[in-house]
């Protein structure tokens, strides 16, 4: 299975902006859909937003639809979040995921991921 790391978490202010890497190895990284989820305290984890294999289709929570745009470097075997516009409500631990297919869209469920990074912090306050 892939191995993922998160790095990129931090501390920002509201109305700030932080970008986030996923580093991919074991495997060919564009025969998987890539995903950001993340967790805040007392909740379950959700789905941010995921990146079909060749990066044509992406999908995003309605809470971060505008603000927040995941891409890829196949090549580099690394996958971005970059997040805008960033909000108290977006403070959680966030995770990178991975799951391998052959179709073309991506699917955001948590369920459909089998592999998962450690996870990196996002703190949203002033």
């Known amino acids: 299975q892939l191995q993922l790391v998160e790095s990129g978490g931090g501390l920002v202010q509201p109305g700030g902006s932080l970008r986030l890497s996923c580093a991919a190895s074991g495997f060919t990284l564009d025969r998987h859909v890539i995903g950001w989820f993340r967790q805040a305290p007392g909740k379950e984890r959700e789905g941010v937003t995921c990146?079909?294999?060749?990066?044509?289709?992406?999908n995003y929570a309605d809470s971060v639809k505008g603000r927040f745009t995941i891409s890829r470097d196949n090549a580099k075997n690394m996958v971005y979040l970059q997040m805008n516009s960033l909000k108290p409500e977006d403070t959680a631990i966030y995770y990178c995921?991975?799951?391998?297919?052959?179709?073309?869209?991506?699917?955001?469920?948590?369920?459909?991921?089998?592999?998962w990074g450690q996870g990196t912090q996002v703190t949203v306050s002033s």
């Open positions: 990146i079909s294999r060749s990066g044509g289709t992406t």
């Open positions: 995921a991975a799951y391998r297919t052959i179709q073309t869209m991506c699917n955001i469920s948590r369920g459909r991921y089998d592999s």
